[in-house]
């Protein structure tokens, strides 16, 4: 059973960081570009940063480039994808999804359009960022 999981998210204050998690498990990865995608109130789903299969080539969207950082574990079993967020501002509160995707383009392209080719996405996680 495929499953992706995500985990970490909270209240926090500007200026603050979280961490979180994804855990994909249930197939194998070894093709799959795994990302994180978040959508605020009123706002439609967007790529924050995704990552390829070999850990070779990452995206960020211009509002978290030198904030965010993306890494990924590749576990026998299970595939691990953190997102590392710092200085966090109330512009990135939403929910923040994990979602997988078979490597047919770019990384890019894969994070900036997920509706063409992310496959399987997790419940999502909330991040409130507040004063």
């Known amino acids: 059973q495929v499953q992706l999981v995500e985990s970490g998210g909270g209240s926090v204050q500007p200026g603050d960081s979280l961490r979180l998690s994804c855990a994909a498990s249930?197939?194998?990865?070894?093709?799959?570009?795994i990302g994180w995608f978040r959508q605020a109130p009123g706002k439609e789903r967007e790529g924050v940063s995704c990552?390829?299969?070999?850990?070779?080539?990452?995206?960020?969207a211009d509002s978290v480039k030198g904030r965010f950082t993306i890494s990924r574990d590749n576990g026998q079993n299970t595939v691990y994808v953190y997102l590392q967020m710092n200085s966090l501002s109330p512009e990135d509160t939403g929910v923040y999804y994990c979602?997988?995707?078979?490597?047919?383009?770019?990384?890019?392209?894969?994070?900036?359009?997920?509706?063409?080719?992310?496959?399987?996405w997790g419940e999502g996680t909330l991040v409130s960022v507040s004063s």
């Open positions: 249930g197939f194998i990865w070894d093709y799959y570009a």
């Open positions: 990552i390829s299969s070999s850990d070779s080539s990452t995206y960020y």
């Open positions: 979602a997988a995707g078979v490597e047919f383009t770019t990384i890019r392209a894969l994070c900036i359009h997920p509706i063409h080719g992310m496959d399987y």
